[in-house]
């Protein structure tokens, strides 16, 4: 029998004004932007509504921005549809996401933790300075060799941070590391290699200064058994368990995200309709490069609820 799986977007798919159309049209997602504002403290709704683009995109900010209009998104769409989806899966920070879809974690607490991990990720790149890049047109093992041959020439640091599709692959470390991979990579063949507008290098070793931090507030928040299988970055495959999901919630900090793996492991299990929820369409467009045989839709704002 096919099955549905709902996907979560995580950092880069922020845009000033998400949300607000929602705000306006449903009184679910005016309750949760309220909620959200008394939570942290701020009026984060105004952020994203009329915020500058500068200050959405520091990732302390977008990090919590994502994970409300996500939420938002999924708690308006489940207020239209009863059916519950086979499994749900979030790209990085789309994880927190995916855990409160999955009954995981409540909507307040994944809040307060995705702020603490923005917060945590800023201080990071403060700590130890890198970016990332994306590699255009090479395969996986291709960037993995690049990544290696970069880091024996500095000693530095850079690895894959996000499988995101055949031929679209992220690198993260350190700039000068970084730098010398990207050049590596264009000799290897890439079409195109583009470095990120972010300040941190994630899901590289340079998040280790955090670690420790991140996981005391892990351990705070009380989690439950997810009742939707969770595919998780870091194995691709389903959390199990509470102590599987606070472990991967910490490793993922430093590990790469497995989004390819993840997609074809859904599809194994006979999903056959991937519904990303949140702003933009980031996840649907990796769908079409990793499966086209699948349906892929986003839902995004009003009109794409309706």
């Known amino acids: 029998m096919s099955q549905t799986a709902f996907l979560f977007p995580g950092q880069g798919s922020q845009y000033v004004g998400m949300g607000q159309d929602l705000y306006e049209a449903h009184p679910d997602a005016r309750a949760l932007f309220d909620q959200a504002d008394k939570v942290l403290g701020?009026?984060?709704?105004?952020?994203?509504?009329?915020?500058?683009?500068?200050?959405?995109?520091?990732?302390?900010?977008?990090q919590p921005a994502i994970f409300v209009t996500s939420v938002v998104l999924l708690r308006v769409l489940e207020s239209d549809r009863s059916q519950a989806p086979g499994f749900v899966a979030g790209h990085s920070l789309g994880e927190y996401s995916a855990l409160v879809a999955a009954g995981a974690i409540d909507f307040a607490a994944g809040l307060q933790l995705v702020r603490e991990r923005g917060r945590l990720m800023k201080e990071a790149g403060e700590r130890s300075p890198g970016g990332m890049a994306a590699v255009l047109g090479l395969e996986a093992e291709a960037v993995d060799q690049v990544?290696?041959?970069?880091?024996?020439?500095?000693?530095?640091?850079?690895?894959?941070?996000?499988?995101?599709?055949?031929?679209?692959?992220?690198?993260?470390?350190?700039?000068?590391?970084?730098?010398?991979?990207?050049?590596?990579?264009?000799?290897?063949?890439?079409?195109?290699?583009?470095?990120?507008?972010?300040?941190?290098?994630?899901?590289?070793?340079?998040?280790?200064?955090?670690?420790?931090?991140?996981?005391?507030?892990?351990?705070?928040?009380?989690?439950?058994?997810?009742?939707?299988?969770?595919?998780?970055?870091?194995?691709?495959?389903?959390?199990?368990?509470i102590e599987a999901i606070r472990e991967e919630l910490v490793q993922?900090?430093?590990?790469?995200?497995?989004?390819?793996?993840?997609?074809?492991?859904?599809?194994?299990?006979?999903?056959?309709?991937?519904?990303?929820?949140?702003?933009?369409?980031?996840?649907?467009?990796?769908?079409?490069r990793i499966d086209k045989s699948v349906q892929a839709m986003s839902v995004g704002d009003a009109t794409a609820v309706e």
């Open 42 to 62: 701020f009026a984060l709704s105004d952020l994203c509504f009329n915020g500058s683009g500068e200050t959405l995109n520091d990732t302390i900010n977008t």
């Open 147 to 241: 990544c290696r041959q970069a880091r024996e020439e500095t000693g530095g640091v850079i690895q894959v941070a996000n499988y995101n599709s055949p031929g679209q692959v992220v690198i993260s470390g350190d700039f000068r590391t970084r730098d010398v991979a990207i050049e590596l990579a264009k000799a290897e063949g890439a079409r195109r290699v583009v470095p990120l507008a972010v300040s941190i290098a994630a899901h590289s070793p340079l998040m280790e200064c955090i670690v420790d931090e991140f996981r005391q507030a892990v351990e705070a928040v009380e989690f439950r058994k997810p009742t939707v299988p969770v595919v998780a970055n870091v194995s691709a495959v389903p959390l199990e368990s």
């Open 252 to 288: 993922q900090l430093t590990s790469p995200v497995r989004w390819v793996e993840s997609v074809r492991y859904m599809i194994g299990q006979g999903v056959a309709e991937f519904v990303e929820i949140g702003p933009k369409d980031v996840l649907t467009k990796l769908m079409r």
